[in-house]
């Protein structure tokens, strides 16, 4: 075999590449000197005598046709126009264009007399053969690549990848379209990174990300809040006034705006409940909000400024779509921020409660909480059980909530209000108790009731300007009195003597008395988080609903959510990022390690909301309250050592405790103090707060110097050194390193995108990504890797710094 025949493909093969290749070379036929080169090269083996001067004088015309259509770089490269490049080291081309199978060349009877120009021809075969071999090896990736991008293993994670690491703009056009193929869920948990490359990188991947946020905002009013809100927090990094104009504040006014509202859908007609009071009939409207179409089944005075019954001031609009939303979350977090003038814990919840009430007479509205999964409206907040949480210089606060699910938030009617029994409502804070604050003080505070007057600030379904408020008229300036401005202390509307109290408030009273047992918390004022969250959420839920005048709807549900003021949840929103997929990625290895990770809603760079973990309590608490070791409240809680109840619980806090350690260990977790910790009812530790993570740590001091928080009473949970449990322990987290090793690229992309553009503290620092891939050590083997594991768990173990950074946390927070 020849070497020119090594350079062609076996007949059936390349074919198109072949055509295409000499479509690229070739000028069009018919032009001069082409037509003798047809002749060269036809036939199969054939030889055709031609003059060589005739050759040699299409050859050069063919080149400077070459040059004309193409770029050709002084030495001697050619760019074709598929942006493959053949290179020439000479600028003489021998064009070839045979059948497959066949090696044709251009041959002459008689050897030319100059030997240069034998060379001539020599190099410029060779840069054919060049030429072919390099569009034949790109035509071949190019393949490769669709046949990856079509395939079935091509998943979210993939195309995320390329569309952050590909300079092609066809590339990530494609992968641009490609989002429309995902599901909705698997892009959302993406949606961080998208925003973030749109907003920071260039604007080929911002060409190719719009359309999709477009279309995806067109069909879901919550996608549009989640996008209005990530944009605003991931521009707030940019210099002001490079923010402005930027086109992430671009799209995001595009969002808020109605401009992606979708088409006109007529709404159901609001499916009314039994009358609440006799007499009223549920065919009469008698008030209805401009901005909402909700009925409400309650009397009001007739003087009310927008009503059905006058037409002339009813606006027939629709509202900006994102107005009540965006209202309901600036009341929640103005609460947060007033909460955090008052002093004791105690104050702040009294006064989080008489906030909560006045909130409570805008509702139900067209408002929802984004942390849910499922579509709702939002009807009543019972404020009485919101409490305030442990922090020492902030305030956040734990509220419940009771919404109504429905099949389609934008097309659901808001449903009916029914009033509290017996009981009129108000807006009115004339009467409220001083909690020590001035009149003035307090009139002020109370801005999330907005000007009904400015349409684009009503979000509330009633007009509640007119209705009245009585209160006890009993003026003190004792804060605990203030617990008295709640629904079993409002006067009725016959008489300011009686006071009426709900009848399942008595039942929950009662039934707190009888089950109450050794393991319940007592109610600490320092504390008062702690017995709301001890109680089981089951029982919660039957308690709440049987006070609520909206229990006995069907589709009624109870959420629960944590407010933060004054803290950037941009980092906690990365860490539930990579626990989730690490969490995927142990579910796929079939590892059974244990973590939750709880959603995060991104507000701005300095609020949000967190999804509260149920059923669980800090292990400071637990210490707190039962002042028993971890061990013995496990005894407690759970039964002695052999009931099935104990092994349980010893297996799910061993799971979970694996889990964990490696979550702390990759992500160089800090502030692992135990009320950092918490401990659910069936005896799994979850671990909350990642606002120490990769670079950063408290005060920058990198205190925390073990891999992960294994202390010696977690030890005896698992049964000791020598029990099985905690060789089980270690076995579990050799398998969910080498698990997590095998798809690291998933994870450690999610932080490298993130990084793009970012001021967050985790990301100080020129190395954060690189020690990250470190500490997945992919140049280890298993036998390497469990040994790693020992000497991690034994200093951990041994850690004086744990044993310090927790001392230090009692002297000065008072945790235990």
Not at 53 to 78: F, N
Not at 228 to 249: E, F, K, P, V
Not at 358 to 368: F, I, S
Not at 737 to 743: D, F, G, S
């Amino acid at each position: 075999m020849s070497d020119s025949d090594a350079d062609v493909p076996p007949p059936g093969e390349e074919e198109e590449e072949e055509e295409a290749l000499a479509a690229a070379v070739l000028p069009p036929p018919g032009n001069g000197g082409v037509a003798a080169l047809g002749v060269i090269t036809e036939g199969v083996g054939e030889l055709a005598v031609i003059d060589p001067e005739v050759a040699k004088k299409a050859c050069e015309e063919v080149l400077e046709k070459v040059k004309l259509m193409h770029c050709i770089s002084p030495d001697g490269s050619i760019q074709l126009k598929d942006g493959s490049a053949g290179a020439a080291r000479r600028p003489g081309l021998a064009l070839l264009n045979g059948s497959p199978g066949e090696c044709c060349e251009i041959k002459c009877l008689d050897d030319p007399p100059d030997k240069i120009q034998e060379e001539e021809q020599q190099h410029a075969a060779n840069s054919v053969k060049s030429a072919r071999r390099r569009q034949k090896n790109n035509s071949a990736k190019q393949s490769w690549l669709l046949r990856l991008f079509e395939s079935k293993l091509f998943d979210i994670s993939m195309a995320i990848s390329y569309l952050y690491n590909s300079k092609e703009p066809g590339v990530q056009a494609y992968i641009g379209n490609r989002l429309f193929c995902f599901r909705n869920e698997d892009v959302d948990f993406y949606l961080p990174q998208l925003l973030n490359m749109y907003i920071h990188m260039d604007e080929d991947v911002g060409d190719a990300i719009k359309p999709y946020i477009v279309h995806r905002c067109r069909q879901s009013i919550n996608f549009s809040l989640q996008c209005a809100l990530l944009l605003g927090a991931y521009s707030s990094d940019m210099h002001i006034s490079t923010q402005r104009h930027s086109r992430g504040t671009k799209l995001r006014k595009l969002i808020l705006s109605d401009e992606l509202k979708p088409a006109h859908r007529k709404r159901e007609l609001p499916a009314l409940g039994p009358a609440p009071e006799a007499g009223l009939s549920p065919s009469k409207r008698t008030h209805q909000r401009s901005k909402s179409d909700a009925t409400v089944g309650i009397h009001l005075s007739s003087n009310l400024k927008r009503t059905a019954s006058n037409p002339k001031v009813e606006n027939d609009d629709e509202p900006v779509r994102l107005a009540p939303e965006r209202e309901f979350i600036k009341s929640l977090m103005a609460i947060g921020k007033r909460l955090t003038t008052l002093p004791t814990k105690e104050q702040k919840t009294q006064r989080l409660i008489s906030e909560l009430s006045l909130l409570n007479h805008k509702l139900p509205a067209r408002v929802w909480l984004p942390t849910a999964g499922f579509d709702h409206h939002v009807v009543r907040v019972p404020h009485t059980q919101a409490v305030v949480l442990n922090s020492k210089d902030k305030a956040p606060y734990l509220i419940y909530v009771e919404v109504l699910e429905c099949e389609n938030f934008d097309t659901t009617n808001v449903p009916a209000r029914i009033p509290e029994n017996r009981i009129r409502s108000t807006r009115s804070v004339e009467n409220l108790p001083e909690c020590g604050i001035t009149h003035e003080q307090r009139a002020s505070s109370f801005t999330t009731v907005p000007n009904y007057d400015n349409d684009d600030e009503a979000w509330s379904v009633d007009d509640i300007g007119e209705l009245q408020v009585e209160l006890p008229e009993i003026h003190t300036n004792s804060c605990d009195n203030i617990s008295q401005f709640s629904v079993d202390s409002i006067t009725s509307q016959e008489s300011k003597e009686p006071v009426f109290i709900a009848a399942g408030d008595i039942r929950r009273r009662l039934s707190e008395q009888l089950a109450h047992t050794p393991t319940s918390f007592k109610r600490d004022p320092e504390d008062p988080s702690a017995v709301a969250l001890k109680e089981p959420w089951q029982e919660k839920v039957r308690r709440i609903r049987e006070g609520s005048p909206y229990g006995h709807l069907p589709n009624w549900r109870l959420l629960s959510v944590i407010v933060k003021c004054g803290d950037d949840l941009r980092q906690e929103l990365l860490a539930f990022q990579v626990l989730k997929q690490l969490q995927s990625i142990w579910e796929q290895e079939r590892v059974p390690l244990w973590i939750k990770p709880y959603k995060i809603l991104v507000i701005s760079a300095d609020s949000g909301m967190i999804e509260p973990v149920v059923n669980a309590v800090s292990i400071h608490q637990v210490k707190k309250q039962s002042q028993l070791s971890l061990l013995d409240y496990f005894l407690q809680e759970h039964g002695n050592y052999t009931t099935e109840a104990f092994l349980t619980a010893q297996r799910n806090f061993v799971q979970s405790c694996a889990g964990y350690c490696l979550v702390c260990y990759l992500l160089q977790v800090k502030d692992r103090h135990n009320g950092n910790i918490l401990l659910d009812a069936d005896g799994h530790i979850i671990h909350i707060d990642f606002g120490f993570i990769l670079s950063s740590s408290p005060r920058n001091l990198g205190f925390e110097t073990s891999a992960f928080k294994l202390t010696s009473e977690f030890v005896d949970v698992m049964g000791g050194l020598d029990g099985d449990m905690f060789n089980y322990y270690k076995m579990l987290m050799l398998q969910g390193l080498i698990a997590a090793r095998k798809h690291m690229d998933k994870v450690v992309q999610i932080v490298e995108i993130m990084q793009q553009g970012s001021q967050l503290p985790c990301f100080h620092g020129s190395s954060t990504i690189r020690n990250l891939k470190e500490r997945f050590h992919m140049n280890m083997t298993e036998e390497q890797l469990q040994l790693l594991i020992e000497q991690m768990v034994d200093g951990s173990m041994r850690s004086i710094t744990t044993k310090l950074y927790d001392g230090f946390q009692y002297l000065t927070n008072g945790i235990m």
